[in-house]
């Protein structure tokens, strides 16, 4: 499985943006899938999970409220809507396939990643 993650940009506070995790491969659709987020000098962090048919949803405390996981399994595509969005929301952002279904908020669960999009939210 190869992830392909697009929709990064600059945008003042309270913009909204769309992230995309596009994936080549059949199994996609039987994977979780989670976004994580990686800013200069910290550890990256969860940000949010849904399962393989997309009917169940994990989400960090920090962006609840104002960011939605959907994920398309007919389009191998996941995507993350960010609303309201905050200068602390400033990072790389990455997607990640895992193919246990655990939609989990653990890095180590994961065992396909995608290269990352930056997002950055001004002030």
């Known amino acids: 499985v190869q992830l392909q993650a697009s929709g990064g940009g600059s945008v003042q506070a309270g913009g909204s943006l769309r992230l995309t995790c596009a994936a080549s491969?059949?199994?996609?659709?039987?994977?979780?899938v989670g976004w994580f987020r990686q800013a200069p000098g910290k550890e990256r962090e969860f940000v949010a999970a849904?399962?393989?048919?997309?009917?169940?949803?994990r989400y960090a405390d920090s962006v609840k409220g104002r960011l939605t996981i959907s994920k398309d399994n007919g389009k191998n595509t996941v995507y993350l809507q960010m609303n309201s969005l905050k200068p602390e929301d400033t990072a790389v952002y990455y997607c990640?396939?895992?193919?246990?279904?655990?939609?989990?908020?653990?890095?180590?669960?994961?065992?396909?990643w995608g290269q990352g999009t930056q997002v950055t939210v001004s002030s």
């Open positions: 990640a396939a895992d193919r246990a279904n655990h939609y989990s908020d653990y890095v180590g669960a994961y065992d396909y």
């Open positions: 491969g059949r199994a996609y659709s039987s994977y979780a």
């Open positions: 849904v399962s393989w048919s997309g009917g169940s949803t």
